[in-house]
């Protein structure tokens, strides 16, 4: 690991849109570097896997900054537990600012950036249904979200900005 330009890595289920790693290409981080979670027999993102995944790269000396986690895989529509992997993130966060002794208001906290790619059924945040709300439970405690709304809306693609 170069101190000037340390090994930056992001974590995506194996079931994540192909558009991560191009993505990773786009903004120079080594495409070793975009791990892919393996994924439970449903298609959802491996907690436990997770866990694991960032364990072995902070023990390595590199260091996590990114995890995405799936609300609506492409091919087979799939949720990840996005509560439970915020939580994972968060744990590592503090860790590490136990081990790295950083004052509470430091901006060189490390940090997790949790999002989550809705594209595909993200607009499930509209509905009234218990049932579909609770696939996305933790929602509000990611960093960022995206839905597309030609997808699950029927929204035109041309009548979309996204």
Request: proline share 6%; net charge negative.
């Amino acid at each position: 690991m170069n101190q000037n330009h340390p090994d930056l890595v992001a974590f995506v289920s194996a079931e994540a849109h192909y558009s991560f790693s191009k993505a990773i290409a786009v903004t120079g981080i080594n495409y070793h570097n975009l791990i892919k979670v393996p994924t439970l027999p449903d298609g959802q993102m491996n907690p436990a896997e997770l866990h694991k995944a960032i364990t072995r790269v902070k023990q390595e000396g590199r260091i996590p900054f990114f995890v995405a986690a799936t609300a609506g895989s492409t091919v087979r529509g799939s949720f990840d537990n996005i509560e439970e992997i915020v939580k994972i993130c968060r744990a590592h966060e503090e860790e590490e600012e136990t081990l790295l002794n950083y004052p509470q208001d430091s901006i060189i906290r490390h940090k997790i950036w949790v999002h989550v790619d809705g594209a595909w059924g993200g607009s499930i945040v509209f509905s009234d249904r218990p049932d579909l709300k609770s696939l996305c439970k933790g929602l509000s405690q990611a960093d960022s979200f995206v839905m597309n709304p030609h997808k699950m809306l029927g929204t035109p693609i041309q009548t979309s900005a996204f």
